[in-house]
C-alpha cells in the first residue's frame, strides 16, 4: 500500500493510466479505421504517413527534447520560460521553411505508381507538421514539470480525437477526408494545448534572452537529440518505405496491421520512461544512484514485455480474427515475429537507450543507430525482393538484438567499470 500509494503521489498511477488509455484508443482506433477503409487504401495511408514521417523527424531541429532537459534545470520559473521560448521559437521559424521544402521535394520525388494519384494528399498533411510540433513541445513541458497528472490528460485527449475524427471521416469520405480531418485537429488542438500550458505556467512572465553560452549549449543538445531519434526513427520508418518500393499497398496494410499489437506493447517501457526520465537528470553525477535504480527499472521492464509478448504471441490467430477479419489470416506468423522484435526493441534496448540521451550522453544513442540503421537497410534490400513482410520482421529482430547489446556493453562502461575495477 505505501508503494502504491507512493506512485499514486509522484504521478506514475496517472502516467500509466493515461498511456494505457492512449494506447488502447490508438489500437482499437486503428481497427476501427482498418475496417472503414479498404486493404488498398489503409495501405496508401500508411504509405502517405510514412512519407510524413520522414519529414516530422527533423521537426523543430529537436528542440522539443531541449525543453525536457533545459526546463528541468532552470532553477527558477523565469529562467525555465527562457529555455522554453528560446526552443519553440526556434523551432517554429524552422519548421514553417522546412513545410515548404517537404512539399517540393514530395512534388518532385518520383513515387510507386500505385501511389501517385494520392500523393496530393501529402501536401495537406504536411500543413499540419508545425501543429504537432506544438503540442510536442506542450507535452514536453508537462513532463518538465513534473506535471503527470496534465501530461497524462493531455495526451490522451490528443489521442482520442485524433483517432475519432479518422475514423468518422474514413467512413464519410475514405483516404482524402482522413487527411483533412486529421491536419484539422492538429490545427486546434495545438492552439488549445499551448494557450493552456501558458496560462497554467507562464502567464506573468515575459521571456527574455539566454546568454550565447546557453543557446550553444541548448542548439547542440537538441541536434544531437535529433539526429539520434532521427536514425532511431527512420529505422522504425525504412520498414514501410522499402516495403512501398518493392510491393503493393495491400502488403503494406498487412504489415502495418500485423504491427499494431506488437507497436501498442511499448505502453509499458513507455509510461516507465515517461516517469522516470527526469529523476536520471537530476541525479546524472551520482553513479550510486544511478547503478541502483538501473537495475530495478531494466529488469522490471524486460520482465513485463517479455511476459505480454509471450501472451500476444499465443493468442495471435484468435486475435486476428476477432480483430481484423478473415482478409487478414495471413498476418499470423508476421506479428508473432513482430512481437519478438518488440521484446528486443521495447524490453531490452529502450530503457538503456532513453537514460543515457536523458543524461546527455546521446552520442552513443546516435552511434549505435546509425550502424543499426545500415544494417537494417542491407538486410531488407536483401529479403524484402524474396520474402516481402515476413522478412522484415526477422531483420528488425536481429538489428533490435544488436543494439540492445551494444547500448548495454556502453552503459555498463560508463557507470559500472570503474566501480567493479575499484
Known amino acids: 500500500m505505501k508503494i502504491i500509494k507512493k506512485a499514486w503521489e509522484k504521478g506514475l498511477i496517472h502516467i500509466f493510466t493515461g498511456s494505457f488509455l492512449t ?7 486503428s481497427t476501427f479505421l482498418v475496417r472503414v477503409l479498404s486493404k488498398q487504401d489503409y495501405g496508401i495511408l500508411g504509405y ?18 531541449a525543453i525536457l532537459r533545459y526546463v528541468i534545470l532552470g532553477e527558477t520559473a523565469q529562467e525555465k520560460y527562457n529555455f522554453f521560448f528560446y526552443a519553440y521559437k526556434k523551432g ?7 513545410s515548404i521544402i517537404a512539399i517540393l521535394g ?17 501536401y495537406i498533411l504536411l500543413l499540419a507538421l508545425p501543429f504537432q510540433y506544438i503540442i510536442d513541445n506542450v507535452l514536453c513541458n508537462e513532463r518538465a514539470m513534473f506535471a503527470n497528472q496534465r501530461y497524462a490528460r493531455f495526451s490522451l485527449i490528443f489521442s482520442a480525437i485524433l483517432i475519432s475524427v479518422k475514423i468518422v471521416f474514413g467512413y464519410i469520405g475514405g483516404i482524402a477526408s482522413v487527411i483533412l480531418g486529421q491536419t484539422t485537429i492538429y490545427v486546434i488542438l495545438a492552439v488549445v494545448f499551448f494557450l493552456s500550458t501558458q496560462k497554467k505556467y507562464y502567464c506573468k512572465l515575459k521571456p527574455a534572452d539566454i546568454s550565447l553560452e546557453w543557446k550553444i549549449k541548448i542548439d547542440l543538445y537538441s541536434f544531437q537529440y535529433m539526429i539520434t531519434n532521427g536514425l532511431w526513427a527512420i529505422f522504425m520508418l525504412n520498414d514501410v518505405f522499402l516495403l512501398g518500393r518493392f510491393c503493393q499497398p495491400e502488403i503494406i496494410a498487412e504489415y502495418k496491421v500485423a504491427y499494431t499489437i506488437p507497436g501498442s506493447v511499448s505502453i509499458i517501457n513507455t509510461a516507465i520512461g515517461i516517469f522516470v526520465l527526469p529523476y536520471f537528470v537530476k541525479n546524472e553525477n551520482d553513479k550510486q544512484w544511478i547503478q541502483l535504480n538501473f537495475k530495478k527499472i531494466y529488469f522490471v521492464t524486460a520482465v513485463c514485455i517479455g511476459g505480454v509478448c509471450s501472451v500476444l504471441a499465443c493468442l495471435a490467430k484468435p486475435i486476428i480474427w476477432l480483430l481484423y477479419g478473415e482478409q487478414y489470416f495471413g498476418i499470423k506468423n508476421i506479428m508473432v515475429v513482430l512481437l519478438l522484435s518488440a521484446f528486443m526493441n521495447c524490453g531490452l534496448r529502450y530503457t538503456t537507450a532513453n537514460i543515457l540521451a536523458a543524461m546527455g550522453k546521446i552520442k552513443y544513442n546516435m552511434m549505435i543507430s546509425f550502424i543499426g540503421m545500415l544494417l537494417q537497410i542491407i538486410i531488407d534490400l536483401m529479403v524484402i525482393p524474396h520474402y516481402g513482410a515476413i522478412g522484415v520482421a526477422i531483420t528488425s529482430c536481429v538489428v533490435y538484438g544488436f543494439m540492445a547489446v551494444c547500448l548495454l556493453l556502453i552503459f555498463w562502461r560508463e557507470y559500472y567499470r570503474d566501480c567493479t575495477k575499484n
Open 23 to 29: 494506447k488502447v484508443i490508438s489500437f482499437f482506433g
Open 48 to 65: 502517405l504517413e510514412n512519407i510524413y514521417g520522414y519529414v516530422f523527424v527533423i521537426a523543430g531541429m529537436g528542440m522539443s527534447n
Open 92 to 98: 517554429i521559424v524552422w519548421n514553417g521553411v522546412l
Open 106 to 122: 514530395c512534388y518532385f520525388y518520383p513515387h510507386p505508381i500505385s501511389y501517385q494519384p494520392s500523393i496530393k494528399l501529402l
